[in-house]
């Protein structure tokens, strides 16, 4: 939602919280009553800050980043601080989607040995991503992040067609 003229930070983060309390009247649908939850982003820009529309969209979209990683049906607003850890933290999203998109995915596989016979029992699948414009990404770090954004099933889902294949020619 775009208000042009409030440049109140506290009477758009009211307006933002009236937003989210309407939101979350129950609703009925048939016999099921459903309770929907919406998380807000808030970000204030005046004349005198000589913001675009996209930078005032962008500090919303963090501080909706920011709402979302603190739990359901919360509003933030945008402070500067937020450019740095939640701006990578979203740059670093971003990528993991396109990533999932354009197959930038590599999957390795390691033997699982035996430490009294060094016999190999099994294998163990090590899911990698290196993206174009960062090297390569700690898997931690992508897969916490895809945990935290819901992508770890469209990833599994991009994985699994290729694992029978993979099985038959590790077996080989």
Not at 36 to 49: I, L, Y
């Amino acid at each position: 939602i775009v208000c042009p003229g409030l440049v109140d930070a506290q009477l758009a983060m009211d307006l933002a919280t009236r937003l989210r309390d309407e939101v979350a009247q129950p609703l009925l649908l048939g016999t099921h009553v459903y309770l929907p939850s919406v998380s807000v982003g808030v970000a204030v820009s005046t004349a005198a800050a000589a913001h675009t529309a996209e930078l005032a969209i962008g500090n919303a979209d963090l501080a909706l980043f920011r709402a979302k990683q603190l739990g359901k049906a919360r509003v933030e607003l945008f402070a500067e601080a937020m450019r740095t850890t939640d701006g990578e933290r979203l740059a670093l999203l971003t990528e993991l989607r396109i990533a999932h998109v354009e197959n930038q995915f590599e999957v390795h596989y390691q033997p699982v040995m035996r430490l009294k016979d060094d016999a190999v029992y099994g294998v163990e699948t090590l899911l990698r991503w290196s993206p174009p414009t960062r090297g390569s990404i700690t898997t931690v770090q992508f897969i916490s992040l895809a945990v935290e954004t819901g992508l770890t099933y469209q990833i599994r889902c991009w994985y699994i067609p290729g694992a029978p294949r993979d099985a038959k020619r590790i077996e080989a």
